[in-house]
């Protein structure tokens, strides 16, 4: 139960701490830095999309041949539709941009903003519940150092993500404390999309592999809706395929090593 606590509290610590940099730093993040953060969170994500959901989602199946690929492949496809749907729902503006996503509303531009992280952050928890769920489970797919890496992963990536959060809704309020606790909120979504996960798949254990599949589309969605378009518009786009690339490297030695 201490393992389960510690990898669902991780994520939402890396938040809170990239939220406090607003604190430190003046009025905005540099361009450079910030794309290379973004390319670093988005390399992050996908070798966890791999490496810890569509591979062991794979494996749990216990057979061979195109059978172990489908639980997967339906799993991964109904994920990346379920963030579109999202997507297209909810109201919400995504950092940099100027015009609102989803249905139109009377929301002001940092309840928006906050809702673009929490969707963004949403996919992440699930990844990290279905892991530990895969790890409760039992069976030996998924073992407790492999969820503990993604755990770490994903509270590493957060840690500049909160800080890439922070500063423009500072910039809409001009509160750091309103601008630190909203950002640090927005942390919030991962656990209670990961123990949404757990109690779901704890009444179903059959459905393990099509959820590990299904965070990894979630997650893949928005790396490629969001971060990298982000990461890749305008100057310094080289920066953030350097972030990727470390980013990439990083949390598939967590999980190759760890797991």
Do not use: C
């Amino acid at each position: 139960m201490e393992e389960l606590f510690l990898g669902l509290s991780l994520p939402v610590i890396g938040t809170t701490v990239g939220a406090a940099f607003v604190f430190f730093i003046k009025d905005h993040i540099p361009t450079y830095v910030q794309k290379a953060l973004l390319g670093f969170a988005s390399g992050v994500m996908i070798a966890a999309s791999v490496w810890s959901l569509l591979i062991p989602s794979m494996d749990m199946t216990g057979v061979d041949g195109i059978m172990s690929v489908v639980p997967a492949a339906v799993g991964f496809l109904f994920g990346m539709g379920f963030l579109l749907m999202l997507d297209m729902l909810v109201p919400h503006l995504h950092i940099g941009g100027k015009s609102p996503e989803g249905v139109k509303s009377g929301m002001s531009r940092t309840t928006m903003l906050t809702f673009a992280v929490a969707l963004h952050n949403l996919p992440e928890g699930m990844a990290v519940g279905v892991v530990y769920a895969g790890m409760l489970a039992g069976g030996g797919d998924v073992s407790l150092s492999a969820a503990l890496a993604l755990s770490v992963g994903i509270a590493i990536q957060n840690i500049p993500e909160g800080a890439i959060v922070s500063m423009p809704i500072y910039a809409e309020n001009r509160s750091k404390w309103k601008s630190f606790g909203i950002g640090t909120l927005t942390g919030l979504v991962e656990p209670v999309g990961a123990v949404t996960v757990i109690l779901l798949a704890s009444l179903v254990t059959s459905v393990l592999p099509f959820l590990l599949a299904f965070a990894a589309g979630a997650m893949v969605y928005v790396v490629i809706e969001e971060l990298i378009p982000e990461a890749s518009q305008g100057e310094h786009s080289n920066i953030s395929t350097i972030g990727f690339a470390l980013g990439f490297t990083l949390m598939m030695t967590l999980d190759v090593v760890l797991g």
